[in-house]
């Protein structure tokens, strides 16, 4: 397989200040590393500070081909994969204002998840070439990038012991090539982001901002230093 991989680096400009809107995407490493759980501390911080949020999951429990997919129907595989971006279009395409929105996963993350089906065998060739060019049909200039993407990382082990303690009944018999292999083709696209995005590298092997008020504390202020002054037009006085 050619190790030249063609990321999607679609998103090129930024939607800051549109119609006095702030959006922070969340992503890392790989499953199960805190996407959610940072999501929500960060909108309850933003929130002590009196802004709006508006909170944007993942969708996942509404994919009707997930379970499938997972069992190794690569159809329903490359299904899953093509709803999953779809709906992640349909999300970053809503309209909001004087607000922050907070998205659970980047749409990027998601070609990730397929580009890892294929590595690894669950998905052929012609699928995910597939997946490939419906990905990069949908309209994501009209969404631009991020004004900040919160990139969770965490070494091997950490990130295994995760996936393996919260793993959804349909995800527990994934082996470890499954995660470390996402985790390398995620660390990848990272690498080549450049400058096309604010990235907030946030490394969670000993960092608890679940539990800890003091860690939960430093983590939003991390993310309010990042965006500086584009929050305080959004405070409800």
Known sequence: MNSKINFPYIRQSSVLGNAG????????????I???????????????????????????????YLGDGYSGDKDALLKSQKWFAFRKWEQLSEEHKDCVVLQDVYPEMDWVYARNGLE????????????????????????GVPD?????????DVLI????????????????????????????????VGERMNILD?????????NGD?????????????????LNSLRIE
Do not use: C, H
């Open 214 to 230: 003091d860690e939960k504390e430093e983590f939003v202020g991390m993310v309010i230093e990042r965006l500086g002054d584009n």
């Open 202 to 210: 946030v490394n969670t092997d000993d960092f608890d901002f679940a």
């Open 148 to 156: 900040l993407l919160v990139y969770l990382q965490a070494r091997d």
């Open 34 to 64: 805190g996407k959610t759980t940072a999501l929500n501390v960060i909108a309850d911080g933003l929130r002590g500070i009196k802004l709006k949020i508006v909170k944007s999951t993942e969708d996942w429990k509404s994919n009707p």
């Open 120 to 143: 690894l065998s669950l998905l052929n060739e012609r699928q995910f070439d597939e997946y490939d060019r419906y990905y990069r049909e949908l309209a994501w200039g009209s969404v």
């Open 161 to 192: 012991d995760r996936a393996r303690m919260v793993a959804r009944e349909f995800e527990k018999d994934l082996n470890e090539d499954y995660y470390l292999n996402m985790k390398k083709l995620n660390r990848e696209w990272r690498d080549g």
């Open 21 to 32: 809107v702030v959006r922070i995407e969340i992503g890392g490493d790989g499953m199960r």
